[in-house]
């Protein structure tokens, strides 16, 4: 029977496939695909890891000390029956023959399976044997992730696999640094359980340009392994094994879209220019340095926001030193082949910590409410030497192009004068060792309610600002931009959120500093007149976004426009009535 789970929309388009349902702890479990002829060593790397495991209890239960509790040995056996059960090992090895998986892939997917039969036993002892089942895959894992196997390369698995049926991560949650695993991966769309529609997750999801819906509260539990489902990416709902009608009609629309993708993507050389005249810079949000080449053919005059946190997010507390993250710099630079590329110090902290193993990660656990707390420019001056380190990273690759500084969250004159001091200390220091740099300009993220209203006195301090709306809205609606509990609250339209972009906007343009939009609300056309009716010149978003934004361009009159603004920041009530009432003084 067909069913409907909703949740919110965060990436457009229509996703079918297969369900594949992970647990947020396995999302970063490779997944590749393995040609028959691999089978055989997949299934022996599984063997391996068996015996390896079994032996590894088996010392354990040799060891344990004769006054141990007679519930451990029982446990531990329990764990041996698990390991050598058939429904494990063996309906793992038709994963990895029929579906062509990867060991790790193959054993999570039954992993999940059986989970699923565990939770639907009425006995609460056999129920509870789930977290023992878990506990053993963990450790399968654990020494696969050891046994020197490398995973061929993404594009030879879509190659070689073309013709296997397209797969839908289904998970409870996934970390943004995780979602990252997933570029050019074989997963065809996202649900997640939880998550917000600006946060991080959703973000990168959007920036694979596959259709995703986040805070499906119901998904794990009423899409099973394996069952069809459908994405439909723009209303926020999964259909559960659709009937051969609603499947049709969704590969109509799918072909549409495709179709009207095309037809933008002729959009990518035409300049950005309004009906009245006025040139709009459309840049790019990248979160690594191989994004660059996709703001290139998006047609992107720029990069407005490279989010470097993703530098040091997947390495268990490894941080980059100053040469690597000059490398991708300076990567990132020569990748846009002297256009501008602006780079955000880290905004570490909120819903993207750092692994456990770093100083900061204990501190955050710690933080009653980490999107409060120590975050993004309050992280970086809390470790100075590691700011002054991502500076003159920073400084050294702006001698290969044009490099602007941004930093994310800065709320008090005190912080922007301490920032200035940092890169004051990081010159020194470069010019101490004999090391080149370039010249840079400063910008400062405004994405604090204080910063928009303090508009005046940063901008004497920066030479650009850029509105982050996504932490603006969540900052002045105290909604947390991650908690689907409160997500129908976090509201764009909201006219304080308009105030205060139209402040800052108006301020800076009258002082003649640069200002961008580098925000969500950058990337929605339903926002794009009044953005540029406000002032507005400079618009950064993700690349997959570019071309729909610059139609909207294309038929705007920045004069006409104009006279709508007071109308929508006079609206009462937000969204529909804002909309219309901007709408209404739209030429087209
Ligand atoms: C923002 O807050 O709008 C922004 C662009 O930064 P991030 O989404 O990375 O917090
Ligand atoms: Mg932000």
Redesign the pocket.
């Known amino acids: 029977m067909s069913i409907q789970v909703f949740g919110m929309p965060v990436s457009r388009g229509v996703a079918i496939g297969r369900a594949m349902l992970v647990a947020s702890s396995r999302v970063d479990v490779a997944h590749y695909y393995v040609p028959a002829e691999r089978a055989e060593h997949e299934i022996q790397r599984l063997r391996q890891a068996r015996d390896a495991v079994a032996a590894e209890i088996g010392a354990l239960q040799r060891d344990l000390p004769a006054e141990a509790p007679a519930e451990i040995s029982a446990l531990l056996d329990v764990h041996l029956m698990l390991l050598h059960d058939d429904a494990l090992i063996l309906a793992t090895k038709h994963w990895i023959v029929e579906r062509h998986y990867n060991a790790e892939w193959a054993l999570s997917a039954q992993l999940e399976v059986l989970a699923r039969q565990f939770d639907e036993m009425e006995d609460d002892y056999l129920r509870e044997r789930k977290a023992d089942l878990e506990q053993v895959v963990e450790r399968l894992l654990r020494h696969m992730a050891h046994d020197g196997d490398v995973a061929p390369s993404l594009s030879a698995q879509a190659r070689d696999f073309a013709g296997e049926d397209p797969l839908v991560l289904v998970a409870n949650d996934v970390a943004p640094a995780d979602m990252l695993h997933f570029k050019g991966s074989v997963f065809t769309g996202f649900v997640t359980e939880v998550g917000g529609r600006?946060s991080?997750t959703a973000?990168v999801a959007r920036s694979l340009d596959i259709p995703a819906v986040v805070g499906a509260r119901e998904a794990s539990r009423l899409i099973r392994q394996d069952d069809w489902v459908v994405i439909d990416g723009d209303a926020g709902v999964v259909i559960v094994n659709p009937s051969a009608i609603v499947l049709e009609e969704y590969r109509f629309r799918q072909r549409q879209s495709e179709l009207e993708r095309a037809r933008l993507n002729r959009l990518r050389h035409t300049p950005a220019v309004t009906l009245d005249g006025e040139a709009i810079e459309l840049l790019a949000?990248i979160e690594l340095p191989d994004d660059a080449p996709t703001a290139v053919t998006s047609g992107a005059v720029g990069v407005g926001?490279f989010?470097s946190e993703f530098l040091f997010m997947n390495r268990a507390g490894d941080l980059p030193d100053e040469d690597e993250q000059f490398e991708a710099y300076r990567a990132a630079v020569l990748a846009m082949g002297g256009l501008p590329v602006t780079i955000r110090t880290v905004?570490i902290g909120a819903d993207k910590p750092l692994e456990r193993m770093s100083v900061s990660e204990l501190r955050h656990e710690h933080q009653l409410n980490p999107a409060l707390g120590l975050r993004a420019i309050r992280w970086s001056l809390a470790e100075p030497s590691m700011f002054r380190q991502q500076l003159r990273a920073l400084l050294r690759a702006s001698a290969f192009g044009k490099l602007r500084i941004l930093f994310?969250m800065v709320a008090h004159v005190s912080e922007i004068r301490a920032t200035l001091e940092a890169l004051a200390r990081a010159r020194t220091q470069l010019d101490e060792a004999g090391r080149a740099y370039g010249p840079v300009e400063l910008g400062a993220?405004i994405?604090v309610p204080a910063a928009a209203l303090m508009i005046d006195q940063f901008l004497t301090h920066f030479d650009f600002v850029s509105i982050?709306?996504?932490?603006?809205i969540q900052y002045t609606l105290a909604i947390d931009r991650a908690d689907e509990a409160v997500s129908h609250l976090y509201d764009p339209w909201h006219p304080a959120v308009l105030h205060l972009i139209e402040h800052t906007i108006r301020r800076a343009n009258a002082a003649g500093k640069s200002v961008c939009v580098?925000?969500?609300m950058a990337g929605d056309p339903a926002f794009t007149d009044l953005l540029l009716a406000m002032g507005l010149r400079s618009f950064s978003m993700h690349p997959s976004r570019v071309a729909s934004v610059k139609q909207r361009v294309l038929r705007a009159d920045t004069r006409r426009l104009a006279a709508g603004v007071a109308r929508v920041l006079g609206a009462e009530s937000p969204s529909a009535e804002a909309a219309l009432a901007f709408a209404g003084s739209v030429p087209n």
């Open positions: 600006t991080h973000i949000n926001l989010r905004d994310p993220m994405e982050g709306t996504n932490d603006l580098c925000g969500e």
